[in-house]
């Protein structure tokens, strides 16, 4: 598999690298012996002195090859500390994947090559080195208007919200002169509804989390003893967030999923609460150390979030992209160049938690701007995300095609041409500078932005969708509502604006031409149509779809019908409508000149400014008057309507996706 650097403000998500050579697996011209056919990726970046074996049902270990390569320890992969998880382990055969340890001075391929040999090894995994392929450059953090001057859409009392156009953007040119009206989340509202609930739980698979930093400290899941999570890397619940070589990635990623809401300083998180310490914990996952991540540490990881009651894992991070070309290429055993992860995925997918019948997980789609998502985030039980900039356009890094499933935020340190911060995706950074390095293990002579700062890439958008899904699992389990896992995912694919209608002429943007060297020009945006997933996530949207409230969808600035029919029936227009209320919060959010009113059928309302309501329409079901008492008539029907007001025009389909 071939390695990729991206330079020129480099997007902030981990591209992890893995080796292959001639025939995938490195026997050249596919000149395999029956013992070698078990080796299932190839030695390139493997990790000396350890191999990852799966052992046949019922077999016992080979202890005279052990003997002869010297072993030191042989372990199980994943370890169960309840019997309820040693039952999963067997169902799906997490039990039958052990590591074996060997003096680093042993030849990797051999000990691989020798322990084939043995009847009871089913299949041998090289652990891989995963590699970052992004430079993971951050950018501080600065003021952008005066005291005091924060944009009125403020909804908590976060001094940096304004800034966080991804949430809540009104296209101001303070933030970029590209910054679009509505290219954002669509949250603002749905914080009306919910902003999160700590019984919700989202594993953040990076670097470790600085779980201390003032603005994630009371959202942060701790376990029986205290810790924010495990690092998978030493087997071990000592956290490593300022390590060399960390860049500050899982916590700027945990800090939109879930930074502290309404507490006065800094950013908001998605489902960060209202500061009555009711936001969603961000349990710490650590699966890379200095040099990157592995398979072993990866697996390990997916695996204690699957233990642990983990409903969301977000996974800023992938594969680079070619060598695994279907689904079948990256779960079945005898074609997985990491069978491992697969089998970890496919557990923690098929395993029930308190609120479902299986997690959640969403990786990055990538950041090589070519035509096809990143594994494993392109299989079929993960969420793929794509990224789009602060003018609704697809970013210019961003993946897109077969295997993407959605779209979100993910910003870009480069507005029309010119440099620009602001843009890129605002939020929680370490408490102290980290120095980072290139992708050499040398140091750059560059740090990381300190407390709060800017990142862009698919690593940022990815988290957007884990705290919408998030969000959305707490609005489910507050009104009580049931929803198995395919169930949520599809409401939460289909819970999107469209986002085609900016895929189309050119743009002058970034354009990358992966050799190591970038420039400026017009890309086009035509090749994208289709690519970015269902369409760009709406949090509102997806609280209406689980509430099960129809919604509509007009224009600000003028007077809208909406036809009645889906809500009342065919016969709409024929009903008798006895009235329509709206309570006065919601009439003043979206700046309506009247009361809104039902006239031939048609809902009419005058809206003007963006946001989004709900209301209730009434009518009589069944003649002209409603009866009761001494009259004979209808029955009161009502339906509770959300209106989704925007300031751009609806798209080709008559509406928004």
Partial sequence: MRGKRLILAIPAAFLLLQGCSEDRLGFKDGAQTPESRKIVNSKTSAVPGVLILRIEDGAAAPDSLFDRLGVTSFERVFESATPDQEANAEKFGLDKWYVVRFPESTDVETAARTLAGSSAVECI??????????????????????????????????????????????????????????????????????AGDPDIIVAVLDEAVQGEHPDLRANMWTDENGKFGYNAVEDSDNLEWDMEGNVGHATHIAGTIAAVNNNGTGVCGIAGGTGHNDGVRIMSVQIMDEEGATDLSSARGINYAMNHGAHVINCSWGYDIGYLRSDNDFIIPGRSTNPLTANAITAYVSTSNDLMDGGIIVFASGNDALGESAYPGAYHDCISVTAFAIDNRPAYYTN???????????????????????AGILSTMPTESLPLFNEFGEPTGEKSAKDYGYMHG???????????????????KKLEKKFSRDEFISILLSSVNDIDRYCRGTRYTTLPDGTGTASFGFADLNKYRGGMGTGSIDAWKLLMNIEGTPFATVQAGGLR???LEDFFGEGAERLTYTGVKIDKADKEALGLLADPAVRNGKLEIYPLLAGAAKLTVTAVG???????????????????????????????????L
Wanted: charged share 20%; glycine share 14%; proline share 5%.
């Fill in 400 to 422: 897109y095609g077969p295997g993407c499933n959605i779209a979100a935020p993910g910003g870009e340190d480069y507005s029309e041409g010119a440099a620009n911060r602001a």
């Fill in 561 to 563: 019908q909406i036809p």
């Fill in 125 to 194: 995994q090289y652990n891989t080195r995963i590699k970052r392929a992004s430079d993971g450059i951050s950018r501080q953090y600065v003021p952008l208007r005066a005291a005091g001057t924060a944009a009125e859409a403020a909804v908590f009392n976060d001094e940096m919200l304004p800034d966080q156009w991804n949430y809540i953007n009104e296209g101001d040119l303070a933030i970029a002169s590209s910054a679009k009206a509505g290219a954002d989340i669509g949250i603002r509202d749905a914080w009306k509804l919910t």
């Fill in 622 to 656: 069944g003649g002209e008057e409603l009866g009761g008492g001494e009259s004979m008539g209808g029955t009161e029907i009502s339906r509770e309507i959300s209106v989704i007001v925007r300031n751009v025009p609806a798209s080709e389909n008559g509406g928004w």
């Fill in 458 to 476: 698919t690593s940022m958008a990815c988290p957007h969708i884990a705290g919408v899904a998030a969000l959305g699992l707490s609005y489910m």
